[in-house]
């Protein structure tokens, strides 16, 4: 097999873009973390509060980063991307992987700040409520993943959206669901806001839900790409 003397360079060309999604998926995870600790150990924020700081973060960090790498900060988001073909292969990859460094970055970074008074509450990431089965929180959080992924091609990719205040309404988004899932399955909805947490933490035993409903979700944008992307294109060369 003949070697391509570019293959690296086509492989890290992105490396900038790479660099923005880690930052933005750390800082995302890490406030995310925080805010749960906090509440933990000195109260006075709440359930709302919490859902608030996560949401208005994420809408933050998007419109901070998305001229930059996307601003995805979810594995999820990215694989769906990938799925309707608005995203090249080791684009994916990459970005992906710098979301899920940054995971464990984040939660170490908790860790380090709080030690085992953060170690009592899983390092402040999505657990499940009491009485809630692994197979009810994975359809729960597939379902409020596919509503974000949704939105995300509504406002993000499909240009007839309204792309300049795309952010917000993510943000907003996930604020709502957040309140609503968080005691039930936990409000992961992001592969990466458990995967470093509880890798650090030696608990798996629980990630199904975090993982697999995400990425069932993630076909919610395969969905709107050949419902009303393909439908629109048709129209035009029609």
């Known amino acids: 097999m003949k ?7 086509n492989w890290i060309s992105d490396w900038r873009a790479y660099v923005a999604e880690f930052t933005a998926t750390f800082i995302f995870i890490l406030i995310s973390a925080m805010v749960v600790v906090v509440n933990y150990l000195y109260g006075q924020i709440g359930a709302l509060g919490v859902s608030v700081v996560i949401g208005l973060t994420y809408a933050a960090l998007i419109f901070a980063t998305s001229h930059l790498s996307g601003g995805y900060l979810n594995p999820a988001i990215t694989f769906s991307l990938w799925l309707g073909s608005k995203m090249k292969g080791t684009r994916t990859v990459f970005l992906i992987l710098a979301q899920l460094a940054a995971s464990f970055a984040a939660y170490a970074s908790v860790l380090l700040l709080f030690g085992q008074n953060a170690v009592k509450i899983n390092l402040g990431a999505p657990t499940l ?3 809630e089965t692994i197979a009810q929180a994975t359809v729960l959080e597939a379902i409020l993943s596919a509503v974000l992924i949704f939105c995300v091609y509504a406002v993000m990719v499909d240009r007839r959206g309204p792309v300049s205040f795309g952010p917000l309404v993510l943000g907003l988004i996930l ?4 309140i609503v899932s968080m005691p039930l399955s936990g409000a992961a909805l992001n592969p990466s806001r458990v995967i470093g947490a509880y890798a650090i933490l030696k608990s798996f035993n629980f990630l199904i839900p975090w993982i697999l409903g995400p990425l069932v979700g993630s076909f919610a944008g395969l969905l709107y790409e050949l419902v009303f992307l393909a439908a629109e294109t048709e129209k035009i060369n029609s």
């Open 3 to 9: 070697f391509d003397k570019n293959f690296w360079k």
């Open 129 to 131: 409520g009491l009485g």
């Open 175 to 178: 604020t709502a669901i957040t």
